[in-house]
């Protein structure tokens, strides 16, 4: 194991068992609906994720990727969402989107891009994460549930699984909890 991390929270094996499950959990929901299917991958942190779980769908898929950056986080003010890599496609209103995360935090990339894509006149938007982490869940957004969840856990430092920390660590496949001393916590 890599020596910065302080245990494994989530190993190989149980992601495979949430992707595979939360993949049935798509076929289910979107058979015959005469309509598109777009996994929307949130850059960089969910590329792994998301290669894994498409593989694992059934049903035809499309996909696509947007790039946010969040500012002002964990600000009372609440952080702005930045768009620096967007969608582009005519046709929405016959796509059904589901947006592919890595983590959620404070909910408020997810919650301002379920909103930007529905404006865009997308058919459905649906979110799907691998971790949610509702301890850390802004005030204004207690209520947000992803509709796919992978695991929920507690608020500790994780990286691995696509997750980083100084753009390290992303390529670990499994998700761990950084040591401390690494980010000076
Ligand atoms: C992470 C994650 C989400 C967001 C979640 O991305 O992938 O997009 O933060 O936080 P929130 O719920 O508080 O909005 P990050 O900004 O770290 O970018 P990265 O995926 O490129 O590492």
């Known amino acids: 194991m890599n020596p910065n991390i302080a245990s494994v929270l989530v190993d190989e094996a149980e992601i495979d068992r949430i992707t595979t499950r939360i993949a049935a959990e798509i076929d289910r929901d979107y058979q015959n609906t005469g309509r598109k299917l777009l996994l929307l991958c949130i850059l960089k942190g969910s590329v792994v994720f998301m290669g894994d779980l498409m593989k694992k769908i059934t049903l035809p898929v ?3 990727f ?5 500012y002002g986080s964990g600000t009372v003010s609440g952080g702005q969402v930045n768009i620096l890599l967007d969608l582009h496609r005519k046709d929405l209103p016959d796509v059904d989107i589901i947006i592919v995360e890595d983590i959620i935090d404070s909910g408020r990339t997810l919650s301002y ?3 930007y894509l529905r404006l865009k006149g997308a058919h459905s938007v649906r979110t799907c994460t691998m971790l949610d982490k509702p301890e850390r869940r802004d005030e204004k957004l207690r209520d947000f549930r992803p509709d796919y969840v992978g695991a929920v856990i507690p608020d500790e430092f994780v990286v691995g699984y696509g997750l980083d920390y100084d753009e390290q660590y992303r390529a670990l496949p499994y998700v761990g909890i950084l040591r401390p001393e690494v980010y000076g916590g």
Do not use: G, N, P
């Open 62 to 64: 499309e996909i696509d």
């Open 66 to 70: 947007m790039k946010v950056s969040s």
């Open 113 to 115: 891009l379920m909103e």
